[in-house]
Structure formats: structure tokens, C-alpha cells
């Protein structure tokens, strides 16, 4: 049996904001501080010690962890970042106002673009502020892969080689694993642990900040379906509040 934490980072500027935030590198808001260094203290006071930690290449996971680990007095663990845990591409929506672009397009395309399994929202234009063409993290990817626009099933199968590749090994050796991450990158990996359905996952939303620990059988199948939040209450709350952005 193995161990996975799952850790979506605290509360960023943007989502304080309600902005469609993607690969833009925003920042932790104060509250989104405050819920990693408590994700840090939930999982001390729960036992769980990791023994290796990974994060995306935003600086909203990257300082999650941080945080987490500063206060669990783990900073000394190994971490290691892919832009394969980043959060899903967001397109040409990056930087715009939920409740505004649902306002303008209707709850159903809002819901489309901002849940669907599939369905991709416009890419986002090369020249615009918002692009992550040319920055740096990313040079050294084939520039047609790094994303202008992404559906979750994009994001399934640019994190999967990673899952198998990187973070299955270790699991594999008994290790714990923290995967300090983003809603949909950590909604891909819980559509492929529970085996959800391409419907269901519409349904499935993450909180900031509040560790998801997954006991995992020999071939990496939850032991309990879902996993088990640190906070099953505060964790309950906040999956609503994710559900609702964007209603006025
Ligand atoms: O990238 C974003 O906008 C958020 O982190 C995730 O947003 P969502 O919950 O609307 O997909």
C-alpha cells in the first residue's frame, strides 16, 4: 500500500478576483497563504511525512508547498516540478472575469468551457498578455506543444506520462507522495485514481488547501473511493464555493 497526498494550492490572487487564471503565474493571496501553511499543519498533525514532493511550475503551487512544508518542518524534503501538474490551459479565457463571461455567453457555454471533458475553450492568441509563448520554463518544449488553449482530456494526457513515468515508481518503493497541484490538474488525476467517468468529473470540483489523502492497493486503486480530506467539513464548504464561482 502506498500513500498519496493531493494538495491543490491555496486561494491565488486570481481566483480572490474570480479570473479565469490557466498558466498565468499569479500569486497567493494572503488568504491562500494562510490555507498552506494550514494544509502543512493538517497533514503534521495527521501524521503523514512525505517522503518525496512534486509541484507544477506556478509559483501558486511552488509556494503552497513551501508554505506546507515550512510549517510541517519539512522544507528539507526533495521536491521535483513539471509543467505536466500545471494547471489546466484556460485559452482565451485567461484573465477574464467568470461571472462576466458567464454573464456574456450564457450559463450553458460557461459550463461547457469551464467543466466539460472536451470541449476546449478559443485559444488564446500568441501576442496576447496573457500567452505563455516564450517564456522561459517552457523553452525547452517543442513550442507546439506548450498549449494555447486546453479541454481536461488535454490535460489527462499531457499528466499521465508523469503520474506513470515519475510519480508511480515512487509509490511503487512505498513511499509518501505530495503532489502540491491546481483544481483541474488534480481533477484529471482523480478522474484517472477513481476511474470517473467523462460526465461525472463535470461534477467533481477541488478546495484550496485542504489535503486529499489516498491509500492506494498494489495497482494503485483507492482503498477508499475519493480519497478522505484532512477537513471533511471546511473541505465540504469550500467544494461549493469552487461549484458556484461565477454566479453573481
Ligand atoms: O485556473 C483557474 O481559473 C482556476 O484555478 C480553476 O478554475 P476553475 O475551477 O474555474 O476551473
Redesign the pocket.
Known amino acids: 500500500m502506498a500513500t498519496l497526498v493531493l494538495l491543490r494550492h491555496g486561494e ?1 490572487v ?2 480572490a478576483k474570480g ?4 498558466w498565468v503565474d499569479v500569486d497567493l493571496s494572503e488568504k491562500g497563504e494562510q490555507e498552506a501553511r494550514t494544509g502543512g499543519r493538517l497533514l503534521a498533525e495527521a501524521g503523514f511525512t512525505p517522503d518525496v514532493v512534486y509541484t507544477s511550475t506556478l509559483k501558486r503551487a511552488i509556494r503552497t508547498a513551501n508554505l506546507a512544508l515550512e510549517t510541517a518542518d519539512l522544507l528539507w524534503l526533495p521536491v521535483r516540478r513539471s509543467w505536466r501538474l500545471n ?2 490551459h ?1 485559452g482565451a479565457l485567461q484573465g477574464k472575469d ?1 461571472a462576466q463571461t458567464r454573464a456574456e455567453f450564457g450559463d450553458e457555454q460557461f459550463m461547457i468551457w ?1 467543466r466539460s471533458y472536451d470541449t476546449p475553450p478559443p485559444p488564446l492568441a500568441d501576442d496576447d498578455r496573457y500567452s505563455q509563448v516564450g517564456d522561459p520554463r517552457y523553452a525547452h518544449l517543442p513550442q507546439e506543444i506548450v498549449p494555447r488553449t486546453e479541454c481536461l482530456a488535454d490535460v489527462v494526457v499531457r499528466l499521465l506520462p508523469y503520474w506513470y513515468d515519475q510519480i508511480v515508481p515512487e509509490l511503487s518503493a512505498g513511499r509518501t507522495v505530495l503532489v502540491a497541484a ?3 490538474s488534480l481533477r484529471a488525476l482523480v478522474k484517472h485514481l477513481d476511474g470517473v467517468s467523462d460526465t461525472e468529473i463535470a461534477g467533481l ?1 477541488i478546495p484550496t488547501g485542504i489535503p486529499l489523502v489516498y491509500d492506494l492497493a498494489d495497482d494503485f486503486t483507492p482503498r477508499k473511493p475519493g480519497g478522505e480530506y484532512l477537513d471533511p467539513q471546511a473541505a465540504a464548504a469550500a467544494i461549493e464555493a ?1 461549484k458556484n ?1 461565477g454566479k453573481k
Open positions: 491565488s486570481w481566483n479570473l479565469f487564471t490557466g494547471e489546466r484556460y467568470k469551464r491546481h483544481g483541474n470540483n469552487v464561482q
